[in-house]
């Protein structure tokens, strides 16, 4: 579709919503595959006018047309647009990812011969880092960022505009945003001054270009849409609110589907930082939220060493799998520890930082408030004989840890901090500290191979506390 179709990812408005729509995420139909969101540093530079563009020829406003534009939520708020109608008509009838929200301002389309009289070309990148488009005029902007910023790749020109008034046009405001690594472009006055002065999440950066207000019409988009899915479901806000990790996953079409989504930036609703879904991601850059965190449940599973509990909902997966253990002849094992409090888990890291000093310290333990013990899904776990059970230090190697390390996905249980993941985890190997993710996703973490929480959802490595 690279090939077809006009684009522009566009950042999704925080504050000013266009014409009032609410948030949703891509996929079948796009005009890349898109790559997980990284943390967004740098942009192209400030919009600017560029005199090498201007005509002094009169554009014909008649034989311009209004692009088409999408929007979804799950790629973080962001806009589609293309002025190609069999392109917009897929997207429509097709994209379950993508919603129409009509027609926007006004471009040409590009000829055998360039652009028509009196317009002038916009030049397009794509960023695999910002998983974006942006677009500009400004020829000077466009060479810079083809010689000198890795982050964006020319793509060529995809439409012309108008580099300065003519007659009766509107002006194309440009704004960036570092939080979501997203430029947005609109010409609508009203949305524009909003943004400028209610919302800090974005940056004006000047007029990107010029559009007629009138001219020739688009070809209707018809038929009735493809049925949304992920983020876009109109079922979705409600399944989030309900913490109904079934329904979640269901709308997306799977645990492994959402799993994509979310690793590939199409997901932008589904939250990582719920600990009320089994999903919840915990390390060492991602605090329990809130920070003081209970367990709205907790259970005390059989062969509990210390009394520790888990969730109350997990309780039988684990106990299953305790059974199965024993079965198997591997041997028993015990949970030595499982929901610990902030206030526990701000003592066991004092201990240990004590006594092995901050940097040695924390790769043993993790400060409260960073901890999984805080949300009730993490068991550590020991091996079990005739001569009673051991420490965790003596798990390693033994029939249960080997049986467990091939085992527990099929129960919803992970081993979260394996051996040479130090540098992703921030913790040294543990391999009785498992942590609960759910039957469905944990089968697509084993069969993906997959060791590490943070790999699997595609999110940055976090050694370091921030």
Known sequence: MCGLVVAILLGGLAAVTPHGVTAVPAAAVTPHAFAAPAAATTAPAAAASDPAAASTARADPDSSRPIYRFWSEGYGNAHFYTIDHAAAQEVHSADGWWTYEGTDFRVWPTTSNGCPSGTAPVYRFWSPKFTSHFYTMNSSEAEDLRRGDANWDAEGVRFCALSKQQGDTAAVHRFWSSKFGKHF????????????????????????????????????????????????????PAAIAAHDARKIM???????????????????????????????????????????????????????????????????????????????????????????????????????????????????????????????????????????????????????????????WRYGWIVRYESGKTSTTGYNPEPWHLRYIGPDLAQVYHDGGYRSLEEFFGLPAAPNYR
């Open 185 to 236: 472009y609109t010409s609508n006055a009203s949305e524009a001054q909003q943004l400028r002065a209610n919302d800090h999440n974005w940056t004006y950066e000047g007029v990107a270009m010029h559009a007629p207000t009138s001219g020739a019409a688009s070809p209707p988009i018809t038929g009735a849409p493809a049925p949304r899915v992920g983020c876009q479901s109109p079922e979705m």
């Open 250 to 408: 269901r709308l997306f079409g799977g645990a492994g589907a959402m799993r994509n989504a979310i690793a590939g930036g199409r997901a932008a609703c589904v939250p990582l930082d719920d600990p009320e879904l089994p999903w919840v991601v915990v390390n060492k850059h991602r605090a329990v939220s809130p920070i003081g965190y209970v367990p709205p449940s907790l259970t005390v599973p059989s062969s509990s060493l210390v009394g520790g509990g888990l969730r109350s909902n997990v309780v039988g997966w684990y106990e299953r799998m305790q059974r199965d253990v024993a079965g198997s002849g591997a041997g028993s094992i015990a949970l030595t520890s499982g929901y610990r409090s902030y206030s526990t888990q701000a003592a066991i890291h004092r201990s240990q930082v004590d006594r092995l000093g901050v940097t040695e310290g924390e790769r043993l333990a993790a400060r409260p408030g960073y901890s999984e013990h805080q949300i009730g899904l993490a068991a550590d776990v020991v091996a079990c004989g005739g001569g009673g059970c051991g420490s965790i230090y003596s798990f390693p190697d033994t029939a249960q840890e080997r049986w467990l390390r091939e085992n527990s």
